[in-house]
């Protein structure tokens, strides 16, 4: 009678276990289901991928940089355009003074407010005759640069886009190992009941026991994996 009792305890016992599970998976389960639908819309949404690809770019040092370049031989550009003068000078006097003898042989001097314009003008030969190849160069760099910062662009959006695809990889993947998970803790339990009333054997509970453990290892790997992707695709966002 009292083997009956304790037998009936465990699996009560076990009954109330199996719906704490029960819950707690599917709390577990809705929030993965909910990140796994918000990951889909944005793989499967051009528009919504494009604008967090833009936040990319802006939050990209290297795209930056190469801004920086292109404003630069922009600036190299208008500076060969107009190298060849090599000096321009504009000289103003708005006074002039003059001395002069008279038949006395007395100086006098005439003071007069009449402008006087003097302008100097030197060009260099070899920087006006190489002007067009030096605009040319300096335009190629620009344009170089341009291609430049596209192909990193490109790089970066395939790079953002594949963190996606592997994040909602990931995230089923742990909703698989959570189920795995559950299930072999269940059997666990079934078999230490077995193992209480002499039917299973020590090595054998010892063998569930480690394959529970492996399974906990596995799911605990995936958080971990996860939440690494998200924290990359936030830092590349510069959402974090």
């Given at each position: 009678m009292k083997n009956i009792?304790?037998?009936l305890l465990t699996?009560?016992?076990?009954?109330?276990?199996?719906?704490?599970i029960t819950s707690g998976l599917v709390k577990e389960e809705s929030m993965y289901q909910q990140e796994i639908l918000k990951v889909s819309h944005v793989i499967n949404n051009p528009e919504l991928l494009d604008s967090l690809v833009q936040k990319a770019y802006r939050n990209s040092a290297t795209i930056?940089?190469?801004?920086?370049?292109?404003e630069l031989y922009d600036e190299e550009y208008l500076q060969k355009k107009r190298n060849w003068v090599s000096s321009f000078r504009?000289?103003?006097?708005?006074?002039?003074?003059?001395?002069?003898?008279n038949q006395d042989d007395q100086s006098f001097t005439t003071y007069g407010v009449l402008p006087n314009v003097g302008l100097n003008l030197t060009i260099d030969p070899a920087?006006?005759?190489n002007r067009k190849s030096m605009m040319r160069q300096a335009e190629n760099k620009k344009t170089q640069t341009?291609?430049?910062?596209?192909?990193?662009?490109?790089?970066?959006?395939?790079?953002?886009?594949?963190?996606?695809?592997?994040?909602l990889a990931m995230l089923e993947s742990i909703l698989?190992?959570?189920?795995?998970?559950?299930?072999?803790?269940?059997?666990?339990?079934?078999?230490?009941?077995?193992?209480?009333?002499?039917?299973r054997t020590l090595d054998e509970l010892l063998v569930i026991q480690h394959q529970v453990y492996l399974a906990e290892e596995s799911l605990m790997k995936g958080h971990v994996q996860s939440m690494k992707m998200k924290s990359e695709i936030e830092i590349l966002l510069g959402e974090r």
């Open positions: 009792v304790l037998l699996i009560v016992s076990f009954e109330l276990s199996a719906q704490d930056k940089t190469f801004d920086e370049a292109m504009l000289g103003v006097n708005l006074f002039s003074a003059s001395t002069s003898l920087q006006l005759v341009f291609f430049q910062q596209e192909d990193q662009k490109q790089m970066l959006k395939v790079r953002i886009l594949n963190l996606y695809y592997e994040y698989i190992r959570q189920h795995s998970l559950d299930a072999r803790k269940q059997y666990l339990r079934v078999f230490e009941i077995d193992f209480k009333n002499g039917n």
